[in-house]
C-alpha cells in the first residue's frame, strides 16, 4: 500500500534526490510511519539508507546549513540544521546483544526487511520507501499496520524485553499515549522480564530517560498504571508511586517534584537516583518542598 507522508515534505523530497544520485535506497523509518499511517503528523523522522548516508547528509548541509556527527559503531550520521533540528540516517543495520541489557553490537544489514527486524515493537517496524519507482510505498514485514488498527503493542520476539528492558517502558508509554494495549503474548513476556529482574540491569540513568520520556506525554497516568500492573516501578524506586495530582504540573521537571512529594520521606533518595546535575536536583527538591507544603 501506499503512505504518503503528512510533513516536511520538500525535506523528504530534497533527501529522496539526494539518495537518488547516490544510488540509495531511502526510507523514512519507525516512528513517522506509525503516526503517518494514524493520520497524524510526525517531528520523529528517521532514515534508512542502503549504503553511507555522507553523500546524503552532505547535500542537506548545503542546502539547509548545520553540521552533521558520525557514529561509526551503530553505522549513523546525525544530521543537526541550521534551525536546530536533528535527523539520524542510518544504513541498513542488524544487531546482537552479548548479554541481557547491554548496547548492542550493531553490523552490516542486507535489506531493509532484515533491519526493521530489530525493531522495539511491529509498530515501528514499518518504513515508507522514499525514492525510487516504489516511492511512498509502506515496507511492513512484521504486519505493524494491523497492529495499529487492533490497538495494540507487540514484540517481536520473545527475548526482546530481556535484550533491551528499555523495551517494557517504551512499550507503556506508547500504549498510554495511543489508548492501546500490550498484546496478550508481549504483556506476559513483560511480566516475566519483570519477574526476573531485567529492567534492574539497566543503569539509573536509562531508567531516569524512560521516566522522563513518559512524564513528558500529555498524559503520563495510564502508562504509569500500566508499569504499576507490570510491577516495574519499583525498579526506578521502591517508594515510586503516584496519583492524579502529577497532572496539575506543567513539565517533566515538576511533575519528577510532585512524584518526590508523594514518596514522603523517601523523595530525596528518588531524586538523587534520577543521577541529575547538582542544579536539577536542588530545584526539583525545592519545588517537592513546596509541593508538600501545599
Not at 535484550?163 to 512499550?171: C, I, K
Not at 536542588?282 to 513546596?290: F, K, M, N, P, Q
Amino acid at each position: 500500500m501506499k503512505l504518503v507522508p503528512l510533513n516536511d515534505r520538500a525535506l523528504l523530497e530534497k533527501a529522496a534526490a539526494l539518495a537518488d544520485a547516490a544510488g540509495l535506497e531511502l526510507y523514512a523509518v519507525g516512528g513517522c510511519a506509525r503516526d503517518w499511517s494514524l493520520g497524524r503528523e510526525s517531528a520523529d523522522i528517521d532514515f534508512l539508507l542502503s549504503g553511507d548516508a555522507v553523500s546524503v547528509v552532505a547535500g542537506l548541509e548545503k542546502e539547509y546549513g548545520g553540521r552533521h556527527e558520525k557514529f561509526g559503531p551503530f553505522l549513523t550520521v546525525r544530521f543537526f540544521s541550521a534551525e536546530g533540528r536533528r535527523l539520524d540516517f542510518a544504513r541498513f543495520r542488524k544487531e546482537t546483544y552479548a548479554k541481557p541489557a547491554a548496547l548492542p553490537t550493531v553490523s552490516s544489514a542486507a535489506s531493509a526487511e532484515e533491519d526493521l527486524k530489530r525493531r522495539d515493537f511491529a509498530c515501528n517496524a514499518m518504513a515508507v520507501r522514499l525514492n525510487g519507482p516504489g516511492a511512498f510505498s509502506l515496507l511492513d514485514p512484521y504486519k505493524g499496520l494491523e497492529d495499529i488498527k487492533a490497538g495494540q503493542v507487540r514484540v517481536l520476539h520473545e527475548k526482546s524485553f530481556e535484550d533491551d528492558p528499555t523495551r517494557v517502558f517504551r512499550a507503556a508509554r506508547f500504549c498510554g499515549r495511543f489508548g492501546w494495549r500490550l498484546a496478550a503474548g508481549t504483556r506476559e513476556l513483560a511480566l516475566a522480564a519483570v519477574k526476573g529482574g531485567f529492567p534492574g540491569l539497566l543503569s539509573r540513568e536509562r531508567l531516569r530517560n524512560e521516566l522522563v520520556k513518559i512524564l513528558a506525554e500529555a498524559d503520563p497516568l495510564p502508562a504509569l498504571e500500566i508499569l504499576r500492573e507490570l510491577g516495574a516501578l519499583a525498579f526506578i524506586h521502591p517508594s515510586l508511586s503516584f496519583d492524579s495530582s502529577i497532572l496539575l504540573q506543567a513539565g517533566v521537571q515538576r511533575r519528577l517534584a510532585a512524584l518526590a512529594a508523594l514518596a514522603g520521606t523517601s523523595g530525596e533518595e528518588f531524586v538523587a537516583g534520577l543521577r541529575l546535575s547538582k542544579k536539577e536536583t536542588a530545584e526539583i527538591l525545592r519545588i517537592s518542598a513546596g509541593l508538600r507544603r501545599g
